[in-house]
C-alpha cells in the first residue's frame, strides 16, 4: 500500500510538466491545482479501499487528460436540458412552460445591455418596474390595474400581508388546498401574521357561513381554486359573484387565488375548462392573483390584477420590493402578454398551446419517426405506438385526461427496462418518460422538439 501512496505525482510535479503548463494557461492556476488535490485525494480513498491505483494514475499523460476531462466537466451547467416525454405539458419539476420565441428574445435583449426598467421614455423620469405589464393587462382582462412579483405563492403573501396582517381571512374549508413545493394556505396565512378563519365543513360550504363568520376585524372574503384536486358527489360551493355581494355589504373585500389563471377560454380548443381571470374579474373579485409560467405560458412570476386602490398599496408595500421580479423576467412576462393580444395567433406562438393542441395525427406522425429511430437502437426491445393520456400538469386539472400518443418499450425481462429508464436518463441530454404497466412510455404530447430529440437518441 506504501508503494502505491509513493507513486501518486505531487501536485508541483504536475504542474511543471508541459502539458500542466498548458492546463493553468487554459484554466488558470486555482482551478487546476484544486482539482489536482481532489483527483489525489480520491486516489487516496480508492488506494486505502480497493489497494489499486485508480488508471489515470498510471502515466503523466493519461493523468493530465483526466484532469483536463474534469476541468471541462465541472464548466457544464447541472440545470441541463432534458426532453419531456411524461406527457405532462407543465411539469413542475421540468421548468413548467417553455417560453416563447419573441420572450426568449425579449429577455435576451434585457440581459445583454440596460432597459427602461424604471424609467417612463416619455416623460423622462422615474416610473414603476410593472407599468408596462400592468397597461398591459387590463387592456387584456379589463382590471383596473395589475402588481407582478416572484411567483404566485409569493403574490399570495403580498396581498395578505398587506391587507391582513393581525385580521381574520375567511375561507372556505374545501379550499385550505396544499399545492406542490409546500404551498398550504395555512401556512401562508400565518406567515402573513393573519388568522385563518375556517367556515362550512370539506364538501359543503354555504353563503351564510361566510356571512355568520364576518366581524370587526375581517379583512377578507378569500376564494382559492383547488386546482389539484377534486370533491366529488355531495358538494356545495359559493361563487364568486355571490360572495362580492355579500362583501360589497360589509365593505370588505374579496380576493381569489386562481393558481394557473388562464387568459383564454381552453374549451375553445377542446380542452378541458379552466376558470379565467376574465370572468372573475366579471364577477367582481377585488384582487385576483395567478401563476405566469403555468397555462398563462410564459415566465415565473405571480400576477396580482384588480382594483387600482388596492394594487397601489400592493406596490407600496415593504415586502412588493423584497418579492419584485427582475428585468429579465419582466422582460419576458411583457412579451408573452403582448402575444394575447393576436389570440387567433396563439396556438402557433404560445408553445404550451401548441403542445396542447396538437393532433392526434400530428402525434402520430412525431411518434412513428420516434419509434423509428429507436428500433435501430433497442433491437431486442419491442416497440409499439399506443394511444395514450396527457395532462396539463401544474395542478391544472387533475383529472382531465387530454388523448395523447405514446411510443411504448417493453421487454419480457423486468430488469432490462428499468435498467434502460435509467439509460434514458443518462443521455448526454436525458430523457425523461414513465413507467407503467411493465412498459416505458414515451408520452409525445409533452415533448417540446422531435428533431432534438431524435438527435438526442443517436447517443443510445
Ligand atoms: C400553483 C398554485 C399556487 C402556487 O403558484 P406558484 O406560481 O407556483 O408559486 C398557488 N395557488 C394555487 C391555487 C396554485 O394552483
Known amino acids: 500500500m506504501t508503494a502505491l501512496f509513493q507513486q501518486l505525482p505531487s501536485v508541483d510535479k504536475l504542474l511543471k510538466t508541459p502539458q500542466g503548463e498548458l492546463l493553468v494557461d487554459q484554466f488558470g492556476h486555482t482551478a487546476v491545482v484544486n482539482m489536482i488535490r481532489q483527483l489525489l485525494q480520491l486516489a487516496r480513498e480508492q488506494i486505502k479501499e ?209 393558481g394557473s389563471g388562464a387568459l383564454i377560454d381552453l374549451t375553445q380548443y377542446g380542452l378541458p375548462k379552466e376558470p379565467t381571470v376574465q370572468e372573475k374579474l366579471a364577477q367582481g373579485v377585488d384582487l ?39 428585468k429579465v423576467i419582466l422582460a419576458g412576462l411583457e412579451a408573452t402578454l403582448r402575444l394575447y393580444l393576436q389570440p387567433e395567433k396563439l396556438i402557433e406562438t404560445l408553445p404550451t398551446l401548441r403542445l396542447l393542441t396538437q393532433s392526434i395525427a400530428q402525434l402520430n406522425e412525431k411518434a412513428e419517426r420516434v419509434k423509428e429511430q429507436l428500433s435501430q437502437h433497442l433491437p431486442e426491445f419491442s416497440l409499439q405506438i399506443e394511444a395514450s393520456y396527457a395532462q396539463i400538469g401544474s395542478g391544472s386539472q387533475p383529472l382531465a385526461k387530454i388523448p395523447s400518443v405514446a411510443v411504448t418499450i417493453a421487454n419480457q425481462t423486468n430488469g432490462k427496462l428499468t435498467a434502460l429508464l435509467q439509460r434514458l436518463k443518462q443521455l448526454p441530454t436525458p430523457i425523461i418518460a414513465r413507467m407503467e404497466q411493465d412498459k416505458i412510455w414515451l408520452d409525445i404530447r409533452s415533448l417540446a422538439n422531435v428533431d432534438h430529440l431524435l438527435e438526442s437518441l443517436q447517443a443510445l
Open 50 to 258: 480497493t489497494q489499486q491505483l485508480p488508471n489515470y494514475f498510471n502515466d503523466v499523460d493519461h493523468t493530465i487528460a483526466e484532469i483536463r476531462y474534469q476541468l471541462i466537466q465541472q464548466n457544464q451547467v447541472q440545470i441541463k436540458s432534458v426532453h419531456n416525454l411524461t406527457g405532462t405539458v407543465l411539469h413542475t419539476n421540468l421548468g413548467r412552460a417553455l417560453w416563447s420565441a419573441t420572450a426568449q428574445q425579449a429577455a435576451l435583449n434585457a440581459m445583454a445591455g440596460n432597459v427602461a426598467l424604471e424609467y417612463d421614455l416619455e416623460i423622462g423620469k422615474r416610473s414603476h418596474r410593472d407599468h408596462y405589464i400592468s397597461e398591459l393587462l387590463t387592456q387584456l382582462t379589463g382590471a383596473e390595474a395589475a402588481c407582478v412579483v416572484n411567483n404566485n405563492a409569493a403574490a399570495v403573501l403580498l396581498m395578505l400581508a398587506t391587507f391582513a396582517q393581525g385580521k381574520e381571512v375567511i375561507i372556505s374549508r374545501g379550499e385550505l388546498i396544499e399545492i406542490g413545493g409546500a404551498f398550504r394556505i395555512p401556512d401562508i396565512m400565518a406567515q402573513a401574521g393573519c388568522t385563518l378563519v375556517e367556515v362550512g365543513t370539506t364538501n359543503r360550504t354555504h353563503l351564510k357561513d361566510y356571512q355568520n363568520a364576518i366581524n370587526e376585524n375581517t379583512a377578507f372574503l378569500m376564494k382559492v381554486h383547488n386546482s389539484n384536486y377534486q370533491i366529488c358527489g355531495f358538494t356545495h360551493s359559493v361563487e364568486e359573484h355571490k360572495l362580492t355581494e355579500l362583501g360589497k355589504q360589509f365593505n370588505i373585500p374579496v380576493i381569489s387565488d386562481l
Open 288 to 326: 385576483i392573483s395567478f401563476s405566469g409560467d403555468k397555462l398563462l405560458g410564459g415566465v415565473q412570476a405571480g400576477i396580482i390584477v384588480g382594483k387600482k386602490s388596492l394594487i397601489d398599496q400592493l406596490q407600496a408595500h415593504p415586502l412588493k420590493r423584497v418579492l419584485r421580479c427582475d
